[in-house]
C-alpha cells in the first residue's frame, strides 16, 4: 500500500493526472487548492459577487456548494437554485430536490426551487411523451427535428436559471461542470465543427449582454474520478441514481471513448481543455461575427440573447404547439 506524499498515512487515491497518492485529509485539501486556484486564476469570484449555485442533488453540484462553503463560509453571498424539470421515473426529480435541500438545510445556504411545469405547463416527462409520438414508439429513430430530452432539460434549466439570477440580482452563476463533462462538450462540438460553441467554452462565460448573468465552473480542471472521491470522504450527501432518460444521450458515447483514452495516454482531457483555453479559444473567439456578439433582447420574453428571439421562446412554442396537436399524448406510457 502506498503511503501518502506528504504524510504517513496510507493513501486512498492516487491523483489521475500525476498519479500522486494522497491520504484522506490531504487528498481533501488538495482539491480545494486546485478549485481556489482556478478561481484565482480567472477571476471567477470576488468579495462584491453574488452567487447563484445551480443545484441538481448530484454529485457535481453537491460538491460544489459545499467546496464554496468551505472556501468562503460567509465571506460571500451565496445561493442554491433546484429546478424541478419534472422526471418522475424512479422519483428522480422529487429525490433530487430532497438531497439539495438536506445539503442547503446543513450548510444553512438559502435554497430556492423552480417548477418548470408551473412555468411552462408542461415538464419533462411530457417531452418524453411528445419525442416517443413523434419518432414513433420506443424503440426511437434517431434524427429528425426533436432532439432528445436532456437538449430540452438542459436548455430549460439554463434560461430559469438565467432569469431567476437577473430578477434577484445575482452577479455569477456557478455550476458544477467538472474537467471530464468539459473535454467531452469540447469534443463533441468539434464534431459538429461548432465553432462558436467552442469559443465560448472555459471557466466563465463572461457576457456583455445586459440579461445573461455571467457563468463560473470552479470544477473546471477537476476529473470526475475526483469528484467522486471527494464526495464520497468529505460525506456529501447526492444522488447517485441517473435520470432515466439520460442514457440516450450522444455526449454519453462520446464520454466513454474519452475515458478509454485517458486510459493509455494519462492527461488527455487534462491538457486538451488547458492547451484549447491558452491557444484556441481567443483564435476561435475572433472568428464569431459581430451580430452574434451584440447585445439584444428576445422579443418575446425580454432576456438577454445574442439572437431577435432566444433559443427558449422559440424552443417553447414549438413544443406547446406539438403538444395541442398530439391528442395521444396523455395515453403514452411512461
Not at 440580482?169 to 461542470?177: Q, R, S, W
Not at 484556441?280 to 422579443?299: D, H, M, N, Q
Amino acid at each position: 500500500m502506498k503511503k501518502c506524499k506528504f504524510c504517513s498515512q496510507p493513501a486512498v487515491i492516487l491523483i489521475p493526472l500525476n498519479q500522486m497518492p494522497l491520504c484522506k485529509m490531504h487528498f481533501i485539501s488538495y482539491i480545494h487548492d486546485r478549485v481556489k486556484k482556478t478561481i484565482n486564476q480567472y477571476n471567477l469570484i470576488t468579495s462584491d459577487d453574488k452567487v447563484l449555485v445551480a443545484l441538481s442533488g448530484g454529485k457535481d453540484s453537491q460538491t460544489l456548494l459545499t467546496i464554496l462553503h468551505e472556501i468562503y463560509n460567509k465571506d460571500i453571498q451565496i445561493e442554491a437554485l433546484y429546478i424541478n424539470v419534472g422526471v418522475t421515473p424512479k422519483n428522480y426529480s422529487n429525490d433530487s430536490y430532497e438531497v439539495a435541500k438536506d445539503l442547503c438545510e446543513k450548510l444553512e445556504i438559502p435554497l430556492n426551487m423552480i417548477d418548470i411545469k408551473t412555468e411552462l405547463e408542461f415538464d419533462i416527462d411530457t417531452v418524453h411523451k411528445l419525442g416517443l409520438l413523434q419518432k414513433g414508439g420506443k424503440h426511437r429513430k434517431k434524427g429528425g427535428r426533436f432532439r432528445g430530452e436532456c437538449s430540452y432539460c438542459g436548455l430549460f434549466k439554463r434560461y430559469f436559471i438565467n432569469k431567476f439570477a437577473v430578477l434577484n440580482k445575482f452577479t455569477k452563476v456557478a455550476t458544477g461542470h467538472n474537467l471530464t463533462d468539459e473535454a467531452t462538450q469540447l469534443m463533441g462540438n468539434f464534431f459538429n465543427v461548432d465553432m462558436e460553441l467552442m469559443s465560448r467554452a472555459g471557466p466563465t462565460t463572461m457576457t456583455e449582454v445586459q440579461g445573461l448573468i455571467t457563468r463560473i465552473k470552479p470544477l473546471y480542471f477537476i476529473y470526475e474520478q475526483e469528484i467522486v472521491m471527494y464526495a464520497y470522504y468529505a460525506k456529501i450527501h447526492h444522488l447517485s441514481t441517473e435520470c432515466e432518460y439520460a442514457t440516450d444521450s450522444p455526449s454519453g458515447n462520446i464520454k466513454k471513448s474519452m475515458l478509454k483514452i485517458e486510459e493509455f495516454r494519462r492527461g488527455t482531457m487534462f491538457y486538451m481543455v488547458k492547451k484549447f483555453q491558452e491557444r484556441l479559444k481567443p483564435t476561435l473567439f475572433g472568428t464569431i461575427s459581430e451580430e452574434k456578439k451584440a447585445e439584444k433582447k428576445c422579443i418575446i420574453c425580454g432576456m438577454g440573447t445574442y439572437m431577435e428571439t432566444c433559443a427558449f421562446c422559440r424552443t417553447k412554442k414549438r413544443l406547446q404547439e406539438l403538444i395541442l396537436t398530439n391528442t395521444k399524448l396523455r395515453n403514452v406510457d411512461d
